[in-house]
């Protein structure tokens, strides 16, 4: 079937770490995209990604970097500079549509992974 | 200002009635694009409907419905025959693809729908 995929569904964290959120989708979309949402509160684009070896800053980037080196991954490294990391993340694709209707682009979901910091 | 608005955090409603999810927006875009997506509490967001700026009539999915009052900028969605299992959190978003971010999805805060038996 196609899907999204999220791995890990926990991670723990330790003061200093780097790690890296997988995300992967077989729904040849060629746009991706990691949100994170914290509690009781909507969805914050983190990073965007619309073709391989492209991608560009969301409204929360400060601590984040993405990698696009294949059309179907996109994973989010949370680096040490993230001062507060615990969150929920949610990686998304959609389709592109060049010539109008960009409006239209539904974007699909993961199933998210939750953060933890030890 | 706050581009999509959820003013229910929480909402009850009673098992095999409607109920009325309120969002209004603000863009002063032509063309723009609003979304529903429902979050049980697993967490995944699973994309409810969707309803263009410059559609006619109302978009309907099964028990959804969104009222779309263009002028109010208003985009309600409406479940009909409410389930058990439709207790969930519900989020309206907003895509204007010609301002800020390209295909940037905004959304608002959410609204706790608890379906009583």
């Known amino acids: 079937d196609g899907g999204i995929t999220q791995s890990p569904k926990y991670l723990f964290r330790k003061e200093g770490q780097n790690v890296t959120l997988s995300c992967e989708q077989n729904l040849n979309h060629d746009a991706m995209y990691w949100y994170r949402q914290d509690p009781g509160q909507g969805l914050r684009l983190i990073y965007y990604s619309q073709i391989v070896n492209d991608f560009q800053k969301g409204d929360i980037a400060e601590g984040y970097s993405v990698s696009r080196e294949k059309k179907e991954s996109f994973p989010l490294t949370v680096t040490s500079a993230q001062k507060n990391p615990t969150a929920f993340y949610l990686c998304?694709?959609?389709?592109?549509?060049?010539?109008?209707?960009?409006?239209?682009?539904?974007?699909?979901f993961g199933p998210g992974t939750r953060l933890l910091v030890l | 200002a706050q581009k999509i608005t959820q003013t229910q955090p929480g909402m009850f409603v009673q098992e095999k009635e409607a109920v009325t999810l309120d969002c209004t927006y603000d863009?002063?875009?032509?063309?723009?694009?609003l979304f529903w997506y429902k979050q049980p509490s697993s967490g995944e967001m699973i994309f409810l409907i969707y309803q263009g700026s410059y559609d006619q009539q109302n978009a309907t999915e099964g028990r959804y419905s969104l009222n779309f009052q263009k002028a109010r900028k208003s985009a309600n969605l409406v479940i009909s025959a409410s389930q058990l299992g439709d207790s969930a959190m519900y989020f309206c978003a907003m895509r204007e693809p010609f301002s800020g971010s390209a295909r940037q999805l905004t959304f608002g805060s959410g609204t706790q729908l608890t379906v009583l038996p």
């Open positions: 998304a694709s959609s389709p592109l549509k060049t010539s109008g209707g960009a409006e239209m682009e539904t974007q699909y």
């Open positions: 863009t002063s875009d032509p063309s723009y694009g």
